[in-house]
């Protein structure tokens, strides 16, 4: 089973380092899944179902779990193949690698520009003279600085990060469990909140259900694990030990702290855009909980900015080693480091920066619809992919089958269900509709110049 099929002429890659550590990937995989959606972006999810948004997370959650459950299996089948869309190459072929990899690619570096503006706004904030693009920038090219140094220096950069982010939300699990307890609240215990104002599904199951839409992108990022296992030296075993952690940060992270804002104070006094756990703060009467608060956003937006910057740089690095991109890209510097793939990864990034502050309602507006439903997209192929890696490893090799996905096939299959339903679910909602359409734009976009490469790669041979 060869990751390159024989008709792809793929350059010779030049290895990467083995510079990160197990306690980096974990930390990694858990900056990809704690960012300003969880502290920012939960106010409008919750603002939208109301207490049963725990729920909503629930079930996102479960979908994520059950991908990470897949690509874990297969990168324990399949040593050395880590990156998710060589696995998609695996088991659909190798347009699926060339398709995967770069809306992956496109939906990143749409993230990078989001995450920067984010952190911009709060710099503003603090200060005002500095402009929000200017600040942008600065931010961006910090952390490509830091990426550029090593792939050590990222990894320690975003342990940090990640373990301030984790600090932070242990801490406020702690301090909102006594006042939801009653230990600090003035009333006693405040869990009637869950039922007191509408009840808890006040919304009806149909706005549980649709709630899933929004709240599973905010999810989305534990697979960046599998990116940052190929330059460690666990490899496959960390990827697989991800599948069983990142269960715990879901539960933990997501249902536990977004269960106890809304047991502490009533969900209709949650405002979208502004951070619920600020807001809950406020209303616990903990000093300075909005400054503290915007601080954790920050640390927590300059943490998915800097994995965003890495992950586009090493997506863009594995397509150029299959031959899916310029070949020039697979070239390292003496700190095995993909220099060029890091630049131009920033650079398509600074152009979307760009976009934010020339055409913000026109061009940016679209580069953010359009990478809107792709994690959908992206893990849909991964199914797929697993379900017919799976079926020929039980043909040939089941010896290799060590870490098994649950209820083959049934689990993939539902999960592919679950996907179908949100994609659905999505584009029947009015205020997503347009996600939707402008991702299927961009996958048409992809499999174009998949076909245009092919041809190309057929010519020259």
Not at 4 to 22: M, R
Not at 128 to 144: F, H, K, Q, R
């Amino acid at each position: 089973m060869s990751a390159v099929p024989d008709d792809a002429a793929a350059p010779a890659a030049a290895p990467l380092g083995k510079a990160l550590e197990d306690r980096h990937v974990e930390m990694i995989a858990i900056g990809g899944i704690i960012g300003a959606g969880l502290f920012v972006g939960s106010s409008a999810s919750i603002a939208a179902v109301g207490p049963a948004v725990m729920v909503s997370y629930g079930l996102a959650g479960a979908i994520v779990l059950m991908v990470m459950r897949m690509l874990s299996e297969m990168a324990v089948a399949l040593p050395g193949v880590q990156s998710f869309a060589d696995f998609a190459r695996l088991g659909l072929g190798h347009w699926a690698g060339f398709v995967s990899g770069w809306l992956y690619w496109y939906f990143w570096v749409v993230v990078v520009a989001i995450e920067a503006i984010a952190g911009a706004r709060i710099i503003h904030e603090w200060l005002p003279t500095l402009p929000v693009g200017v600040i942008g920038v600065g931010l961006m090219a910090v952390l490509t600085g830091v990426n550029l140094l090593s792939t050590r220096s990222y990894g320690e950069f975003e342990f940090w990060l990640s373990s301030i982010k984790v600090a932070a939300i242990l801490v406020f699990i702690l301090v909102a469990g006594a006042f939801v307890a009653g230990l600090t609240a003035p009333d006693g215990p405040t869990l009637a909140n869950l039922t007191a104002h509408g009840g808890f599904i006040p919304n009806g199951a149909t706005a549980v259900i649709g709630g899933v839409t929004s709240v599973i992108f905010a999810l989305t990022g534990a697979e960046i694990a599998t990116v940052a296992a190929a330059e460690s030296a666990g490899g496959a075993r960390t990827v697989a030990r991800m599948t069983y952690t990142v269960a715990l940060r879901i539960l933990i992270f997501y249902v536990l702290s977004i269960g106890l804002i809304v047991a502490a104070i009533p969900w209709t006094q949650i405002t979208p855009g502004v951070s619920p756990f600020a807001t809950a703060l406020g209303v616990m009467g903990v000093p300075g909980g909005e400054l503290v608060m915007n601080a954790i956003v920050l640390v927590a937006v300059l943490s998915c900015l800097n994995s965003g910057l890495y992950v586009t740089s090493r997506v863009l690095f594995g397509l150029a080693a299959q031959g899916d991109a310029p070949p020039w890209l697979v070239a390292v510097d003496r700190r095995r480091v993909p220099a060029r793939a890091i630049l131009i990864g920033s650079v398509f990034a600074y152009a979307a920066l760009g976009a934010s502050v020339i055409s913000p309602e026109r061009v940016f507006a679209f580069l953010v619809n359009a990478s809107g439903a792709l994690m959908i997209v992206i893990y849909g192929m991964i199914a797929v992919a697993q379900i017919r890696i799976r079926n020929r490893l039980e043909r040939s090799e089941p010896d290799r089958l060590v870490l098994r996905m649950w209820l083959h096939p049934w689990g993939a299959l539902a999960t592919l269900a679950a996907m179908a339903g949100v994609l659905l679910a999505m584009a029947l909602t009015p205020e997503l509709a347009s996600q939707v359409w402008a991702s299927l734009l961009i996958v048409a976009v992809a499999g174009v110049a998949c076909l245009v490469a092919a041809r190309r790669r057929r010519a020259g041979s």
